[in-house]
């Protein structure tokens, strides 16, 4: 949070978040890849368009809102990212047991 908010100042908080914010993307990236080559990924849904939705789910901007403004608890959030990923992303109605 903080590192977020000094990178509006300071080029190497910007550097520092943007390479933190890439390593993220290179994460869903990796998630994506093995979801298509398991052929669980949604079918229709294109590789990079599903690395974009599942990035975007998991910013700190939306943790924010969510526990930070809305007041969830940290459980809560896990809980409900990995359940619209999965409906939005994969061919799985539930998790895997």
């Known amino acids: ?3 977020m908010a000094a990178a509006d100042s300071d080029p190497a908080a910007a550097e520092a ?5 890439a390593a993220l993307r290179q994460g869903c990236e990796a998630a994506v890849a093995a979801l298509k080559k398991d052929g669980l990924l949604a079918p229709g849904l294109p590789p990079r368009q599903a690395t974009d939705l599942l990035w975007t789910l998991l910013s700190v901007r939306n943790w924010e809102q ?3 403004d809305a ?8 809980a409900a990212m990995k359940t619209t990923a999965r409906r939005s992303l994969t061919t799985l109605a539930e998790p895997p047991t």
């Open 17 to 21: 978040w943007a390479d933190r914010m």
């Open 71 to 78: 007041g969830w608890p940290q459980k809560r959030y896990v």
């Open 1 to 3: 949070r903080a590192l």
């Open 66 to 68: 969510l526990v930070g």
